[in-house]
């Protein structure tokens, strides 16, 4: 029979009338024959792409010519109905863990089809090339069902050969650990969903019915021997009919995986599934050999099963030690053992470090049905946490899938942003060119600029151009993200050009000299200018700076760099440390010779941060290293400069100088306030006293002479004599020419007409209330009825010192205070002037008789 099927197979594929009159090539444009799968692989699997939107897809068609060459009409209505029903509930199902179907079934004249997603192949095409496959050196030889024999003893027992050719449906994979986890994690959840919540049986899981996709997930199909629940107890039995060989085999579940009491006695539960489920497991580990092979003969069947407790044990060794005691309880011949598909997820096997990867994995296979604030917390969350732990043939084949779909519908693309820079990070070259670039050049980023609502996708891109300009070729890189740098660093969104400065700052140093000194540089200075109070900018800036500082020439520091620099405001501690260390390599390089930038601009930027409070030490430290630094260089540059070439001044200059020295520039005339000199009139007694001023002589030639010189002397003194007229002359005449600006009364020593302002009340003499309303002091050589008034202030200082006075007035704290002091007090109480001229004549007596002793 299977190989009547086979030939009738291998006729039609070669047909090319089998899809011509379905409808469903309306839609599909199929491409080729890759797989099959369902029930004796009555399924051909194409692979196609639909026509509307390019989607790649897979097309499933049935060849209803099979049917009609091997049944009667009545049982061909029989299955075909059969079929029909399995898609449409698959379809109505619509679960994640099962096929999932883009298209109904269509029907033509000889075929049904239907679309599903892309598909790789079936399960059992896979182990079918490992089952031909050759062992390993070292690996463990597949164990093979028990050989017996259904003659008679002496008969020799029927050997079990290995095909040496490969079947032609057969499909190259190889299983990591990671995907056999998650395939069977999601085989398990599958069954868990008809069982618990659809209430029905599978009765046919083995590898023909499990579908691996082209993303590298396990998906459930064939339900042509579904079976309902009909109570409510899930593990209540159900009966079925047994395999028989008076059946068309694929009209029948698969032998080789039935449960041994739906052949035995006819009836099943869910615990059947779990057998079945249990020979897979078996199978996957035992290099693609099945522990069951009855040939399609229920004897077979019934002899293998009593051995088959004997193979498991055999089959143990190779499987994962946290899966081995469930393989062992699932694949009892007592279906109570079995553990159901809520308990078997909770084993070791699953539970393990690879579990958050297997997790996200599972949540990447329902993400369509998830709202986008879900979506956004697991693509920023979940699953960056779970990449590294998700092998590189999953990233690419299960996970990129979901994320290049998610940047086509534009969503979250701001989120799907951020694992598709961590895969460009951890991908090589080629994978760069053959995933993310063509999906990255589908993104409209300059149109998500022009909107402050759609700039997160654009930040998330300039945040990690570096990653993107590692892997991108140089002329992709120049062709596609340069222009978009460009643009961002022009855009007037402060967001952008945040982003745009970090991109700055990350590529500096793959960028090249001629973009980098003819248009970055000015862009960067000219967003600053528009930017200088904008401490987070001016730290992005600094950051360029110090990258790129070595590769700039004197021209591009002087003309970008130092203006942009001199333009901050270096109040934070943070942005002054970092312009100390940028000053300090500009230092370094002497090739920019900055001596008088130094002087004039760059020191008296510095200076005032010296005071700055909120300095660290170890900044305060660096900003005077680097002033001391300045100063140093100005020092040796300048100090052999002026030894070698001194100063050498014009005529024009010493004139100058001599002009402005302060030798020739009249000193102003000195005032002080309140002060008011009156001339007044002089009395006899002071014509008296200056004509007494004169010195007697100390030698004579005798004694007669000396008396007689004495008397003259003290006549001249009181009475005057025009004798000593010329010599009081002279002396005013040498007087006047050393000090020519003192007055007449500094010279002739006379006490002046003194008003005392009203500065202090305790002022001796003081008479508030006067009708000038100064106070007066009366001169001793004034009459008692007669008082002048002084403009002195002779109230002590209040500064705690003496008032500052010109030269040009001495008497007024020399003589006319101690005048002032030396006052009689009776001199304002006296009638007459006669007590003061004979104390006078008095004074003078003793006076001269002291000089003559």
């Not at 290995?162 to 299983?175: C, G, I, L, M, N």
């Not at 659809?198 to 082209?214: A, F, G, Y």
């Not at 041994?260 to 035992?286: A, H, R, Y």
Request: some cysteine.
């Amino acid at each position: 029979m299977s190989a009547i099927i086979s030939k009738l197979t291998n006729a039609t594929s070669k047909s090319p009338s089998l899809l011509e009159n379905n409808p469903i090539m309306q839609y599909f444009e199929v491409i080729k024959e890759s797989s099959c799968a369902g029930p004796d692989l009555i399924w051909r699997i194409y692979d196609a792409f639909r026509k509307s939107d390019g989607k790649e897809c897979s097309v499933f068609v049935f060849d209803k010519r099979i049917a009609d060459k091997l049944y009667k009409p009545k049982r061909n209505q029989s299955m075909l109905e059969r079929i029909k029903t399995s898609i449409n509930i698959l379809d109505q199902l619509r679960h994640p863990r099962m096929l999932q179907i883009i298209h109904s079934l269509e029907e033509g004249q000889h075929s049904l089809a239907f679309a599903s997603e892309a598909v790789f192949a079936s399960l059992h095409n896979i182990l079918a090339w490992h089952e031909s496959s050759p062992i390993p050196p070292g690996g463990y030889l597949p164990v093979s069902p028990h050989p017996i024999s259904l003659g008679p003893p002496t008969v020799q027992p029927l050997q079990q050969h290995t095909t040496t050719h490969r079947p032609p449906y057969a499909q190259e994979y190889h299983f990591l650990d990671m995907e056999i986890r998650f395939g069977l994690i999601q085989i398990i959840e599958a069954l868990n969903y008809m069982h618990y919540t659809s209430n029905q049986i599978h009765r046919n899981v083995c590898p023909q019915i499990i579908i691996v996709t082209k993303r590298g997930t396990w998906k459930l199909f064939g339900l042509e021997f579904a079976e309902n629940i009909i109570g409510r107890d899930p593990l209540e039995c159900v009966s079925v009919p047994p395999w028989s060989i008076k059946v068309a085999k694929i009209t029948q579940p698969n032998l080789d995986f039935l449960a041994p009491e739906s052949q035995m006695i006819g009836q099943c539960n869910i615990l059947s599934d779990m057998f079945s489920f249990g020979l897979v497991v078996c199978t996957l580990f035992n290099h693609g050999k099945q522990l069951i092979q009855a040939n399609n003969n229920p004897m077979l069947y019934s002899r293998q099963i009593e051995f088959l407790e004997q193979q498991v044990n055999a089959v143990l060794p190779r499987i994962p030690a946290g899966l081995q005691e469930a393989v062992q309880r699932m694949l009892s011949r007592d279906p109570h053992p079995r553990p159901t598909t809520q308990l078997l997820p909770l084993i070791n096997f699953f539970k393990c470090q690879t579990e958050p990867a297997i997790q996200a994995m599972q949540f990447l296979d329902v993400i369509t049905l998830k709202d986008p604030v879900s979506k956004s917390n697991f693509y920023r969350g979940a699953l960056l946490e779970a990449l590294p732990f998700i092998p590189k043939k999953l990233r690419w084949q299960h996970v990129w899938p979901i994320l290049h779909l998610e940047v086509k519908a534009g969503e979250v693309l701001d989120d799907v942003l951020m694992p598709i820079v961590w895969l460009t990070n951890e991908s090589t070259t080629e994978e760069f060119e053959t995933h993310v670039l063509p999906t990255l050049k589908m993104i409209d980023f300059r149109h998500l600029m022009s909107s402050p609502k759609t700039v997160d996708a654009p930040f998330v891109l300039f945040e990690n151009l570096h990653v993107i300009m590692q892997k991108c070729p140089r002329d992709e890189f120049n062709k596609h993200m340069l222009p978009l740098l460009y643009f961002a660093l022009d855009n007037q969104i402060n967001t952008i050009q945040t982003a745009s400065l970090i991109a700055v700052q990350n590529v500096a140093e793959q960028l090249s000299d001629a973009v980098l000194h003819n248009i970055v540089l000015g862009k960067v200075r000219i967003l600053l200018e528009k930017h200088s109070n904008d401490v987070k900018k001016i730290s992005l800036v600094l950051g360029f700076y110090e990258k790129v500082m070595i590769r700039l020439e004197k021209k591009q520091i002087l003309e970008e760099v130092l203006p942009s620099l001199l333009l901050m405001r270096l109040t934070d501690p943070d942005i002054t440390a970092r312009v100390v260390r940028l000053y300090r390599c500009i230092l370094v390089d002497e090739k920019c010779g900055l001596i008088n930038v130094m002087a004039t601009r760059m020191i008296p930027s510095l200076a005032p941060q010296t005071v700055n409070p909120a300095l660290t030490v170890d900044q305060f430290g660096s900003l005077m290293e680097i002033l001391y630094h300045m100063l140093d260089n100005i020092d040796q540059y300048q100090r052999p400069k002026l030894k070698q070439d001194p100063p050498k001044h014009s005529p024009e200059r010493r004139g100058l100088r001599h002009q402005m020295s302060t030798d020739n520039i009249p000193a102003p005339p000195f005032n002080i306030p309140n002060l008011r000199v009156e001339k007044r009139k002089t009395s006899s007694a002071e014509d008296m006293a200056r004509k007494n001023s004169v010195t007697v002589p100390q030698t004579s030639t005798s004694n007669t002479g000396s008396v007689a010189s004495g008397f003259r002397n003290l006549g001249q003194w009181f009475f005057g004599s025009n004798t000593s007229a010329t010599n009081e002359g002279n002396q005013f005449l040498q007087v006047n020419q050393v000090y020519p600006n003192r007055r007449l009364s500094d010279n002739t020593m006379l006490a002046p007409k003194i008003k005392i302002a009203p500065s202090c009340a305790s002022s001796p003499g003081g008479t508030p209330g006067g009708a000038s309303g100064l106070p007066t002091r009366r001169h001793s050589s004034i009459g008692p009825q007669e008082r002048r008034s002084s403009a002195v202030n002779l109230s002590p200082p209040t500064g705690g010192s003496m008032p500052n006075t010109s030269s040009s007035v001495p008497f007024l704290l020399t003589s006319s205070m101690q005048s002032i002091r030396s006052r009689r007090t009776s001199a304002g109480f006296s009638g007459s002037h006669g007590s003061g001229i004979l104390q006078q004549l008095s004074s003078g007596m003793h006076q001269l008789l002291s000089g003559r002793t």
